[in-house]
């Protein structure tokens, strides 16, 4: 198990001396990596989760070297690389199965950092390696922000009641319910693609290659084979309306479009079809006008929730947690409500880029037609996978640098 169940009396007591109390609501990527490393610099911030406990086995997840600084200041590194394995090559193949192109990922790998494949469980032990403390089944049933801080009601199994926080970070993912509390975080922008996804998990095969992500983009289907340590992680996408049937009839009907197969395929369309009942993903993301007040920021999903067109949002949720707990360290001296508006001013751009990135893809990959699927494959035949993650190779190229930020806060203060 990830993290470790505690009570919220504990949590609170020992959060009562911090310079800024502060409150995490969601334990998911976001919330657990912005824990951690408050944590780490000494404060004792309260961490809640709706659910009721972190048991799920979760999905497969793509972690660019976005992630790295903060797999290194939590001191987890050797931990995350024994709990993942490298993705070194990315293989797209047509709506028939055939192979377009494979690309080695060594451009963005050895210049930038790792790029791992690791199942988001994994990920959750890997962040709260030292402790990972969470109060589960608990959620906010209001929240009332006022010039000194926030008052916010905790709903538990049990109960309910009231705390003053000087911070409420909002890390309950892409559908948060705690964002609607925040009066000001401005409408939701929303990019619904009318498709949908199953994820399952397949069995690797004896020919598998162990460090290759591969897609197949289909005319009307998707199928996407990723490898985790000791399994391949599947999704299977296709429009909504036609995954109504259920996935033994939308299984058959990609197998009729296949021309080539291959056992990691084969795996991978059996493994959605042995669930009766397997995961299913709205694919659709939303962009927050707002991502900050005086007292409360928006992390993660929460702020931007992704399509996982790209493979990115755990990315950059991981680093915004890092940029914000490295500004949220000088908040005592610097001003908590500056250094949020700072952050807000640096992270959000970035966060966006690659979020647009991911919507790009979208409208690439999620396509019906198969004349569109044919002149699509041409085009891919001529682009690499670096090209066309142009914008994300782009933030690597230009990292975040929190430490700047908080002096340009400072700057910004005097003037
Ligand atoms: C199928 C799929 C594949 C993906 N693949 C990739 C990939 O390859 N690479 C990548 O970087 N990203 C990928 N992503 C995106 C990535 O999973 C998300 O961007 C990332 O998990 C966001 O982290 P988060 O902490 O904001 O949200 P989450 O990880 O969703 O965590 C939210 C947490 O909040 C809790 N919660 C929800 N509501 C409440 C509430 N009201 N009160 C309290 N707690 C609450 C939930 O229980 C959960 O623990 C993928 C997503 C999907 C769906």
């Not at 500056?338 to 893809?361: F, I």
Request: proline letters at 6%; aromatic letters at 6%.
């Amino acid at each position: 198990m990830a993290a470790r169940a505690q009570t919220l009396a504990a949590q609170l007591a020992r959060a009562a001396d911090d310079p800024i109390r502060t409150l995490v609501v969601g334990a998911g990527v976001a919330g657990m990596a912005v824990a951690e490393m408050l944590r780490q610099q000494g404060w004792h911030p309260v961490v809640v989760d709706r659910a009721r406990d972190d048991r799920a086995p979760g999905y497969m997840l793509a972690l660019m070297p976005m992630v790295d600084s903060l797999i290194a200041d939590l001191g987890v590194r050797d931990r995350y690389l024994a709990e993942s394995v490298e993705l070194s090559r990315y293989r797209l193949r047509d709506r028939t199965g055939r192979e377009v192109r494979t690309d080695s990922l060594a451009a963005v790998v050895d210049r930038y950092g790792d790029y791992r494949g690791i199942s988001r469980s994994s990920l959750q032990e890997v962040l709260s390696a030292s402790g990972g403390e969470v109060t589960f089944e608990t959620t906010v049933a209001a929240l009332v922000e006022h010039p000194e801080g926030v008052q916010v009601r905790l709903r538990t199994a049990e109960t309910e009641t009231i705390h003053d926080f000087d911070l409420v970070i909002v890390a309950d993912g892409i559908r948060s319910t705690t964002r609607d509390l925040i009066p000001g975080s401005g409408p939701l922008e929303k990019v619904d693609t009318g498709w949908g996804g199953w994820v399952a998990w397949a069995e690797p095969t004896d020919d598998d290659e162990p460090d290759l992500g591969e897609e197949i983009w289909g005319a009307g289907f998707l199928l996407g084979t990723y490898p985790v340590k000791g399994a391949i992680g599947a999704i299977l996408c296709g429009p909504a309306e036609d995954l109504a049937a259920g996935p033994q009839d939308f299984v058959r009907h990609v197998r009729s479009q296949l021309r080539t197969s291959s056992p990691r395929i084969e795996s991978a369309l059996a493994a959605v079809t042995a669930e009766p009942d397997p995961y299913y993903w709205p694919l659709d993301d939303a962009r927050t006008a707002r991502w900050t007040t005086a007292h409360t920021v928006l992390l993660g999903d929460a702020a931007a929730g992704f399509l996982p067109t790209a493979g990115i949002g755990a990315g950059m949720a991981m680093e915004s947690a890092w940029v914000l707990a490295r500004m949220l360290a000088h908040a005592p001296e610097v001003g908590l409500a500056a250094l949020l508006a700072e952050y807000e001013r640096v992270q959000k751009p970035r966060v966006e880029a690659a979020q647009g990135n991911s919507r790009e893809l979208a409208r690439l990959m999620f396509r019906r037609s198969r004349t569109l699927a044919v002149v699509r494959a041409w085009v891919m035949r001529a682009m690499s996978v670096t090209v066309a993650l142009g914008p994300i190779v782009r933030l690597l190229q230009n990292p975040p640098d929190p430490e700047r930020a908080v002096a340009e806060t400072e700057v910004r203060a005097a003037r």
